[in-house]
């Protein structure tokens, strides 16, 4: 481990510290380190390490999400370098399997926050990968792929949502071109897990239900409708055109 991550982590559990003194004085000081080279990559790294606790991670997650609304335009005073924000995108979408929902959530949002600026000039595979990820995610651990899908889809649902938002021709088009084939994979996730929550559901008498699980592929069902509606609705305009979107109706 680092030395920048272990002082870092100390600082951060002192932040969490139910003396208010304490509290203050860590909170200052992680305003004086922001403008510190590596800041929020540290940061990412303490928020992505499994053997850090829950709380430390969450609150590493709060102050990663906010340095991304400060400090990641190039426009902004003091903001984080290029060779900083690379290393930052280049981990962004392996947070894909962990467990923890209040954690991938946070993390959603700040891949989202990164896209709205810096999809697709900076980040040109985006999307490509996230819908590689969906596609490749044939796990024999049924359990294992049911966690990747769920935490994939809410994160592309994000990342829909403020594309979608964009008032730029350019960016516009971007999402246009691409939105068929992100349509075909969320559409081939979404009919597998209708066919599976469907048969479970009638052969309920037959076997005993999973709930938990049964539970999470509907709400995966969900997201996988949010996402196709996004895409019906602000980046393909005349969906009988494309194959990849007669996947849903077939």
Known sequence: MSEA?????????????????R???????????ENEPSFFATLQDIFYDSSVEHD????????????????WRRTAKNPIQPEEKKAIRERLLQFIDEPSKKLTAQNAVIVARIARLDYPREWPELLSTMIQTLSNTNSTNEEYARLVHYRALEMLSEVLSE?????LSAGRKQFSEVAPLVFQAVAQIYLMYVDRT????????????NESSLLV???????????????TVSGIKDVHKYDETRVKYS
Do not use: H, P
């Open 23 to 33: 509290m203050r004085q860590a909170e200052d000081i992680l305003k004086q380190w």
């Open 56 to 71: 430390i991670r969450f609150l590493s997650g709060i102050y990663f999400k906010n340095g991304i609304d400060r400090f």
């Open 198 to 209: 469907l048969s479970q559901l009638m052969n309920s008498s037959q076997v005993n239900l």
């Open 5 to 21: 991550k272990i002082q870092l982590l100390g600082v951060l559990r002192e932040a969490t510290s139910q003396d208010y003194q």
């Open 217 to 231: 592929e509907l709400n995966i069902v969900s997201i996988c409708v949010k996402c196709l509606r996004i895409l």
């Open 163 to 167: 594309l979608s938002t964009r008032l």
